[in-house]
């Protein structure tokens, strides 16, 4: 007799169509690497049904707690998050039981036209957007402070508009002539099967990701090691160590999810040595004032050298004035 228990794991997952494709890709990964059922469980947070500005309810984090909450109430067996929304802090009674191979971690946009970033502020000023400037769809006050560096840096001017819902509204946007673009996850359009509609793939060099973007994270009960251990057969070392890495930099910042906080770590394996190259950018919003840094590490791959990294970047970030950039703490 077979020992795999025939009672399907539940997922628990967002309503959101993000949510729902990543939750369905994770169920289809889980169930050929486990050979169990998996069925999906919806759970509805307070993120998806306020309208309110993220950052005013408490950042990303709203998505999780719901989930997190159904998980230590034993009513879903596992769940799967953006990575980028998990606060960084760890959960009691839970455990990251995996961290799949990431998505490219960049940044897109969305524009009217088929518009490039440059492309839309050279058109806007001339006069192509009948406002005089490029309304720019975003809430995240880590793609406002690096887009209007940006654009202060090329002498054009962008006016970051907050937006909110999700990804088919936000472009709906662009498509009505609300807005003149969005920025969004490149990821997050991959899983939707929507990469068509990015009109450009932002550079790290002009916006880097929030720490963790591209990525999900597999959590599931700690008191569960069993299933633990199955799922811990989805995780993706590389991908653990760097965002390992970006997110002890957002810690050790001291900043929250919402905060204007770029991180990218990426692995360069050589013969001999595997580097780790972390780069973090903190700005203020109307991107007058910007701290981009980097490091790199010659470390094994495991997390505890990885958060080191994190936490000296930080450390040299702070020292180079990134408190007073973020608002909010008085430094
Ligand atoms: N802020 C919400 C959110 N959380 C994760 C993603 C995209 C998927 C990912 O980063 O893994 C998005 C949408 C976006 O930023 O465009």
Known sequence: MSTTPDTP???????SPLATAQSGMIAEAVRSATGRRVELVEITTHGDTSRENLAQIGGTGVFVSALRDALLAGTIDFAVHSLKDLPTAPAEG???????????PRDVIVARDGLTLAGLAADSSRGGSSRGTARVGTG?????????HWARAHGVELTAVPIRGNVDT?????????LDAVVLARAGLSRLGRLSDATETLDT?????APGQGALAIECAAANAELAAQLAVLDDPHTRVAVT???????????GCSA???????IVEGDTVTEL???GVVGMVDGSSLVQMSTTGTVPPSGDAAAALGRELAVEMLAKGAAGLMGERAL
Do not use: Y
């Open 9 to 15: 794991l539940r997922l628990g997952t967002r309503r």
């Open 94 to 104: 839970l455990v990251l039981a995996a961290v799949p191979e990431r998505e490219d």
């Open 140 to 148: 995240s006050p880590r793609r406002m402070a690096q887009l209007n």
């Open 170 to 178: 936000r472009i709906g946007f662009v498509r009505s002539g609300e």
């Open 205 to 209: 060099d002009v916006v880097l990701p």
């Open 245 to 255: 890495a970006e997110r002890s930099l957002l810690a050790a910042l001291e900043a």
């Open 260 to 266: 204007p906080v770029g991180a990218l770590a990426d």
């Open 277 to 279: 190259r972390l780069r």
